[in-house]
């Protein structure tokens, strides 16, 4: 099965052409249908191959052809089904399922309906061809073309000019960080001649990445934060997170599917598959480590005073991203791609709540929602589970993945990146309880909206239910239970253990974990459920501290000050010598071969003597130029 | 059944398999249009058609063969075995595009016959070994094509480029003759395969002679490559004759010249390369600039189209040039470089050929201005040339971006830097004139009625065979190198 696993995105990009070719009036549910049977199609592919792995675990080699050589090197195609990515397969084919199935709700009667889904076709096709990607080269096509995608889907409604502006802002911050990728990837390139993971790796571990004018063990390193800089882009990891709380302007399907679920995630994708590079440079390690605990914990403190419902879901997002990075900077490899498996299920679950909250009401803010559990009981219910598995409260799905994180920062002895998880843990369950309560309990502060409040049909409701069953038994595929099936699973992909370690529970970390998460959920329903602290005051007392937190720790600002207004200084500079003194030389070298081609025309009479002319007058020259060269005769 | 066979499996009837059956095709057509004077006679060229595939398939079947001789004049080697498959291919094309006339339009009934015995010589040039043979290949080329480029005899432009390509091409061949006979003269004998150990001698003996030789054949064929200064022929020809015929002179009757350059240069002064190749570099150098710079205030489409093939075969002379400079091992890749570079060269011109005579039957102007709008009459045919135009000016993604790297590749790898950077500079030039043409394509028509442009089947499947081809040897290039690379180029 596992060579059949071409199938996976192919399916997706059959849909992409054939939506193509239907156009921009094609009716509705023929267009909704063919996108979900192909992704659902998919799905029972990468389920196929998933389980056919398992079976088979050897079954990790490379299917590819010559694309191109170029004298002693040569570049390949084709794709590679690790454990690692057929779990990414799996997770990308269900949740895109169940978005394109809820996407038909939500995105009913707009006017580019079909171009929705072809977008989100071609998202699929690209993410899952860049989940089986057997080297980097192929890997960083389509890892443009999923921003891309994401580029499009966030300005999908370009009219708005918010929309507009995200769209440029995602793909310009995600951009820098590409950039570094790419150069990491030339230099892999370079130092090991080829694009091969597994050529690249070799050569890592056995100290042969060389280059004249770097060590071997500081290329790896290099080679190693620059590969990580693509993904701080991608899965928006401090400095670079900025882009992703506005990317919430695209529709909230494209929130959950690719901002939450799959394309962010494949910066920590990157990170797992170039695992052995990272390993070979421990210090590129400790980086990712730190930036990640950074974001995670910077992400749980803005996220404690946003207002927009889908802005502190996206906080929510960069810090749990950020957790996944810690895991795998910690060495706990399989741990953090644990919580990317159920992640992927509960914030695609809060995010599709939180659209079909705004479906309802038609509104983002937190403070013009309340009381709409009573109107919308699936929608409450299904948020209320996603928020629990959010918050890592016993048995949900994220109490086992982050919980595993923690324990393996702790046990690893990172003290410092313990802590911040911690406290990050505690924000968490504090900040998504405050967004559950001011929705759906309380008195509705809108009446008008309230009034107009319904729950979604059957479309919107049985993602919502599917995904709330996963984000409660999705923890389970790696506990005691099934004896740890996903981590062996995953680590079969390197038995000599070149990727990282596991460590055992730890259950007094446990019912630390829960009791601080329950803490949170009770600080958070004294004050937003139950009024007995005051927000606003407390908010008072607070102040700088507060303000801080909700102006985002000003760091747009800073970067606008900083980035966008040195940029423009250069870009002035550059404009000026570009249009004043680069466009006069080129107009005049325009002009001078334009007239010399003009000039060479007359030369064109149509008079075959002058032809002959011309030919033997060239000849002669010709020859007795090489005579006089070779010498011998005049 | 069987002893038939086993009789045909002969490496005898092997080696010369290709060019026999083009033969037969060529005498069984001449025969039937005597015979059958009245009605639509395409069906002979149908005829031809599939005489050319059942050629092109026994090509095909040598594509790994080990070298073989046949009667110390024909070969099977990797030079034979690429070229007349291109060649095939190409006038398969060129079959398929003559369907296109028809009615009051149709071509004097002998294009068919002449189509294929211009092909046999094409073929004789790209197999055989020895110097009187590839003469006679070459004339037989020669001739044909100067009849088939007149062969509207009612049209003054048609006769007219039909006459100055001839005068001109047989100026091409007493220079050609002439550096043969010095040849000939100082070894004694005309086989390539002797004259190859010889040139060593050759060269210590009469350098300058054997430097004399060298350079008239170049010139020589020059005149049959339109390098410049002997290209001036080449617009004449080109816009005389029918869109068919000037596809045809542009790509097969380049192909089966570079075949021979290369057979005759190579075998001969293998051991001098060093020494003489030079002078094909600096060739390539003037043509390009020169024909790259004379086609930017081109109007007529055919006119622009010839002067875009006299700098093409500048380019594809760059590798050639190259040998001297390189070394044994070096070659394998030069020759890959051309005969990539053929193939992308064929195929986009053809099409492009095929997309201009389509939008000048229409309009009946073969002013570049006929194309304005043409991607609101007609977008698949635009996006067609689009295609084309980007292939020959080089743009990533196509075939003729891929040509181009490999041969800048080579000069970079073989420290002839320079002739890197004239392909470059001239390529910059030429995008001028093709994308000149992507803008008038995509310029809206400033009057309402528009009409679609009226294509036929045989022209459809044409520009679609050629788009097909263009984009996979841009995309996947492998389909195609990786025969190259396992061809036996040097033995």
């Not at chain 2, 007609?378 to 993604?397: E, H, N, Q, T, Y």
């Amino acid at each position: 099965m596992v060579e059949y696993a071409w199938l996976a995105p192919l399916l997706p990009l059959v849909g992409y052409v054939f939506l193509l070719a239907l156009g921009r009036r094609a009716p509705e549910g023929l267009v909704a249908g063919i996108s979900v049977i192909l992704t659902f199609l998919s799905f029972l592919v990468s389920l196929a191959v998933f389980t056919a792995l398992g079976s088979h675990p050897d079954a990790t080699g490379a299917y590819t052809f010559r694309w191109l050589t170029l004298g002693t090197h040569s570049i390949d195609v084709g794709f590679q089904v690790t454990h690692l990515n057929a779990l990414m397969l799996l997770v990308v084919s269900a949740v895109s399922t169940l978005v394109f199935l809820f996407s038909v709700g939500y995105m009913h009667k707009d006017e580019r309906f079909s171009v929705f889904y072809q977008y989100l076709n071609l998202f699929v096709f690209s993410m899952m061809a860049l989940v089986i990607s057997p080297n980097l080269f192929q890997l960083y096509i389509f890892w443009e073309m999923v921003g891309l995608c994401s580029y499009l889907l966030i300005g999908f409604w370009y009219f708005k000019p918010e929309a507009a502006l995200a769209a440029k802002k995602s793909f310009i911050v995600t951009r820098l960080g590409d950039v570094g990728l790419f150069i990491g990837i030339i230099l892999l390139f370079l130092s090991s001649g080829s694009f091969d993971y597994s050529t690249v790796f070799q050569a890592a571990t056995s100290g042969h990445l060389g280059l004249p004018w770097i060590s071997s063990a500081h290329l790896t390193t290099l080679a190693a934060i620059l590969v990580f800089t693509g993904a701080v882009g991608k899965s928006a990891q401090f400095p670079l997170h900025i882009w992703l709380p506005d990317a919430m302007e695209g529709p909230t399907p494209v929130s959950a599917l690719i901002h939450a679920a799959t394309m962010v995630a494949a910066g920590v994708y990157l990170v797992a598959r170039t695992y052995p590079l990272f390993e070979a440079s421990g210090v590129a390690l400790t980086v990712v480590a730190w930036i990640g605990g950074i974001t995670a914990l910077l992400g749980a403190l803005i996220a404690l005073t946003q207002r927009d419902i889908k802005r502190v879901i996206a906080y929510s997002t960069i810090s749990q991203l950020g957790y996944m990075m810690m895991g795998l900077g910690v060495g706990a490899y399989a741990y953090g791609m644990f919580h990317l498996f159920t992640h992927a299920f509960f914030k695609a679950l809060l995010f599709l709540a939180a659209g079909s909250v705004i479906h309802a009401v038609d509104t983002q803010d937190l403070f013009e929602m309340g009381g709409l559990g009573k109107k919308m009981r699936i929608t409450q219910w299904t948020f209320l589970f996603g928020a629990l598995a959010l918050a890592g409260v016993f048995p949900w799905a994220g109490f086992w993945s982050k919980d595993s994180i923690i324990n393996a920062t702790l046990q690893s002895g990172h003290i410092v990146l313990f802590w911040f998880a911690e406290i990050a843990a505690f924000c968490t369950a504090f900040y998504i309880f405050r967004v559950y309560f001011l929705t759906f309990h309380g008195k509705p502060k809108d009446e008008a909206k309230y009034a107009h409040a319904h729950e979604g049909s059957w479309v919107m409701t049985v993602p919502l239910i599917i995904l709330a069953i996963m984000a409660f038994i999705a923890g389970f595929f790696n506990t005691g239970l099934n004896n740890y099936g996903l981590e062996k699973y995953l680590m079969a992909d390197s038995p000599t253990g070149l990727i990282g370690h596991v460590y055992p529970d730890n259950v007094a970390l446990m019912i630390a974990s829960v009791a601080l998460a329950l803490l949170g959920i009770l600080v958070a329903a004294l004050m937003y459920w139950k009024p007995v602290i005051s927000a606003e005051k407390l908010a008072q007392s607070l102040g700088g501290i507060y303000r801080l937190s909700f102006r985002k720790f000003y760091l747009d600002e800073i970067y606008y000050r900083l980035i966008v207004w040195t940029g423009k200084l250069i870009a002035s500079i550059v404009d000026f010598f570009d249009r004043y003194i680069l466009d006069a030389i080129v107009w005049l070298l325009g002009r001078a071969g334009y007239m010399g081609g003009v000039g060479l025309k007359y030369t064109q009479t149509g008079q075959v003597q002058t032809y002959s002319v011309i030919a033997l007058f060239g000849l002669m020259i010709l020859v007795a130029i090489a005579m006089f060269h070779v010498g011998g005769v005049f | 059944m069987p002893s038939a066979i086993n009789w045909l499996q002969q490496p005898y009837w092997m080696t010369m398999g290709p060019l026999l059956v083009v033969v037969i095709t060529a005498f069984l057509v001449m025969v039937l249009e005597l015979i059958f004077r009245n009605g639509d006679r395409r069906w002979l060229t149908g005829i031809s058609m599939l005489g050319t595939l059942i050629a092109l398939g026994v090509a095909l079947g040598h594509f790994s063969a080990q070298p073989n001789q046949a009667l110390n004049t024909v070969v099977i080697d990797a030079f034979s075995s690429v070229f007349s498959v291109l060649i095939l291919i190409t006038v398969f094309l060129v079959l398929l595009f003559t369907l296109d006339y028809r009615g009051s339009n149709r071509l004097a009934a002998e294009h068919t016959y002449l189509l294929l015995f211009a092909t046999a010589g094409a073929l004789a040039m790209a197999t055989s070994v020895d110097l009187v043979t590839l003469y006679v290949g070459l004339e037989l080329l020669s001739i044909s094509s100067y009849v088939l480029v007149a062969v509207r005899r009612k049209s003054v432009h048609s006769v007219e480029g039909g006459i100055k390509y001839m005068l001109m091409g047989a100026l091409g061949s007493a220079v050609l003759l002439y550096g043969m006979s010095f040849i000939y003269g100082i070894s004694g004998t005309t086989n390539l395969m002797e004259l190859s150990a010889a040139a060593g001698t050759m060269f210590t003996t009469y350098p300058s002679i054997t430097v004399l030789g060298f350079v008239l054949m170049l010139f020589g064929m020059g005149f049959k490559l339109s390098l410049v200064p002997f290209h001036m022929w080449t617009p004449d020809a080109y816009a005389g004759a029918p869109s068919a015929i000037s596809s045809f002179l542009a790509t097969l009757s380049k192909t089966a010249a570079f075949a021979m350059l290369l057979r005759l240069l190579l075998f001969i002064f293998n051991g001098v390369a060093d020494k003489v190749f030079f002078w094909a570099g600096i060739l390539a150098a003037i043509t390009m600039v020169v024909g790259n710079f004379i086609a930017l205030p081109q109007r007529n489409m055919k006119r622009l189209l010839a002067f875009s093939s006299v700098a093409q075969a500048g380019y594809i002379l760059v590798p050639f040039a190259l040998i001297g400079a390189s070394t044994v091992q070096d070659w394998p890749s030069l020759f890959d470089s051309i005969s990539f570079y053929l193939f992308a060269y064929t195929f986009m011109t053809v099409g492009a050929f095929a997309v201009v005579h389509i939008v000048s039957e229409q309009t009946h102007s073969l002013d570049s201005d006929a194309l304005i709008g043409l991607f609101q009459r007609s977008p698949w045919l635009a996006v067609a040339l689009s295609i084309f135009m980007l292939s020959m000016a080089g743009m990533p993604l196509t075939a003729g971006f891929l040509g181009k790297f490999y041969i800048f590749a080579n000069t970079v790898q073989l420290h002839t830097p320079w002739l890197g950077i004239v392909l470059f500079a001239t390529s910059v030039v030429s995008f001028f004139y093709y994308l000149g043409w992507l803008r008038k394509v995509f310029q809206r028509e400033p009057e309402g009625d528009l009409v679609a442009v009226p294509i036929s089947l045989p022209m459809n499947t044409l520009v679609t065979l050629c788009v097909v081809l263009t984009v996979v040897l841009g995309l996947v290039p492998a389909t195609l190198l990786h025969p190259l690379l396992s061809a036996h180029w040097v033995y």
